[in-house]
Nanobody, 115 residues
Framework: VQLQASGGGLVQAGGSLRLSCAPSGTIFGIKFMEWYRQTPGKQRELVATITSGGTTSYADSVKGRFAISRDNAKNTLFLQMNSLKPEDTAVYYC??????????WGQGTLVTVSS
């Protein structure tokens, strides 16, 4: 099973994008799902988390601008990104955590925000 992220693209500063992440098959026992992002030469950064119960948390840099949501029935993950800034430019990855030894990752989708 793989996660397939989509929705990235080029947008002007102040614009919006909505990322999606869907599994290619059924994943049982997902505890929480997350979005990360990474730019060249930097470590992968946790952007947002959502638990199976719907509790969300965000990196300070995106609070008030990004919203993570999840369709539990389909295990599909979303990230609504508003008021985008050039510093949000990165490859965005989704992840589904099942256990300490089992985490599924998406292939990444590139978001580019022009100034």
């Amino acid at each position: 099973v793989q996660l397939q992220a989509s929705g990235g693209g080029l947008v002007q500063a102040g614009g919006s994008l909505r990322l999606s992440c869907a599994p290619s098959g059924t994943i049982f026992g997902i505890k929480f799902m997350e979005w990360y992002r990474q730019t060249p030469g930097k470590q992968r950064e946790l952007v947002a988390t959502i638990t199976s119960g719907g509790t969300t948390s965000y990196a300070d840099s995106v609070k008030g601008r990004f919203a993570i949501s999840r369709d539990n029935a389909k295990n599909t993950l979303f990230l609504q990104m508003n008021s985008l800034k050039p510093e949000d430019t990165a490859v965005y990855y989704c992840a589904a955590y099942v256990s300490a030894t089992t985490t599924y990752w998406g292939q990444g989708t590139l978001v580019t925000v022009s100034s």
